[in-house]
């Protein structure tokens, strides 16, 4: 009967180990649900939505070639991973039984209201018409938020 304890520092590890890995899926998982959302709904062009996301960085240089498509895929999924970890030791980690709808519903408003303030800062930002606006707090509520809750 030999019951082995782990020490609070192991299972620390473990857990925050593991946490990561589940953010970084849901980070990768949401990256794509929330840019087939608009794709799908002809609200936003395929590829060049992410010649659109390479613009924040390197400007409108970005649309002059295919090759900034590469730049924009890597910032897309570099920042939903990084929303998912914030999300992952932000909230889940403090409050793991805590369900997920209304946390993935606030934390979805928070990275679209967050995404759209960078967006003006990098000068970047479109009109937000109110069927604009619709979809994108579909797309990241439903598409991002609540995955990255789950």
Do not use: C, N
């Not at 299972?11 to 970084?24: D, M, N, P, Q, W």
């Not at 649900?33 to 062009?45: E, N, S």
């Not at 992410?50 to 002059?64: C, D, E, M, N, R």
């Not at 920042?79 to 403090?94: F, N």
């Amino acid at each position: 009967m030999g019951s082995h304890i782990q020490p609070a520092s192991a299972v620390s590890k473990s857990f925050t180990g593991r946490l990561a890995g589940r953010a970084i899926v849901a980070g990768i998982v949401s990256g794509i649900l929330v840019d087939l959302f608009p794709i799908l709904a002809h609200a936003a062009p395929f590829p060049a939505i992410y010649q659109f996301i390479a613009s924040a960085l390197v400007g409108k240089v970005a649309f002059t070639s295919a090759s900034y498509i590469w730049l924009g895929v890597a910032i897309h999924f570099a920042v939903s991973i990084g929303w998912a970890l914030l999300y992952a030791y932000g909230w889940y980690a403090r409050h793991p039984s805590e369900r997920w709808v209304w946390p993935g519903l606030v934390f979805g408003i928070i990275v679209m209201v967050v995404m759209q303030i960078i967006q003006m800062i990098a000068h970047v930002a479109q009109p937000i018409t109110v069927k604009r606006g619709i979809l994108v707090l579909i797309a990241h509520i439903v598409f991002f938020g609540w995955p990255v809750a789950l």
